[in-house]
């Protein structure tokens, strides 16, 4: 399984990469000049290049990493969660823009922030909110006032993960 999600991150993360690169490589006389070029070229592709492209992809890759770990199973800790969490029942108080802000979607579906009152059956009646994509023709049953089934980090419950 993490040999099939590299291999779908690395698809992404290679042109960001190399681009910048190549782009140096081919216009670095235009653009430095010549002699530049020709006493710091090499050094600048091999070094500053390299660093300055890894460092694009990270923050690329890092605005994105959320939402499209979530997409694709979750992170490691979602994971933890839904194989060892308790199973409670939670009540949508309120739908929005995720918690960074802003309307974001992946592969159209909308990313959302849901703000919940969990009842598991150990504590009173809490709320705790949720970043989480939800499949689009699966939006109007996450509408304020819906019980939705979650599953509750033993550890924090403030942590939950939607099960639907």
């Not at 006493?39 to 660093?51: K, P, V």
């Not at 409670?88 to 159209?108: C, F, H, K, P, Q």
Request: glycine share 10%; charged share 20%; proline share 7%.
């Amino acid at each position: 399984m993490a040999k099939k999600r590299f291999a779908f991150w690395a698809m992404f993360t290679w042109p960001v990469i190399f681009l910048p690169l190549i782009f140096i490589k081919v216009w670095g006389d235009r653009i430095f000049g010549a002699e530049w070029n020709a006493r710091h070229g090499e050094t600048f592709i091999t070094i500053y290049g390299i660093t300055g492209a890894l460092l694009v992809a990270a923050l690329v890759l890092g605005g994105t990493l959320g939402p499209m770990l979530s997409f694709f199973g979750g992170g490691p800790t979602e994971r933890r969660i839904r194989a060892s969490g308790r199973p409670a029942r939670a009540t949508i108080i309120a739908v929005g823009e995720n918690a960074g802000g802003g309307v974001v979607t992946v592969n159209d579906q909308p990313y959302l922030n849901l703000v919940l009152r969990v009842e598991d059956g150990m504590r009173a009646a809490y709320e705790t909110s949720v970043d989480a994509i939800i499949p689009r023709t699966a939006v109007p049953q996450f509408q304020p006032g819906a019980v939705v089934p979650v599953k509750v980090d033993p550890k924090d419950p403030k942590r939950v993960v939607l099960e639907y």
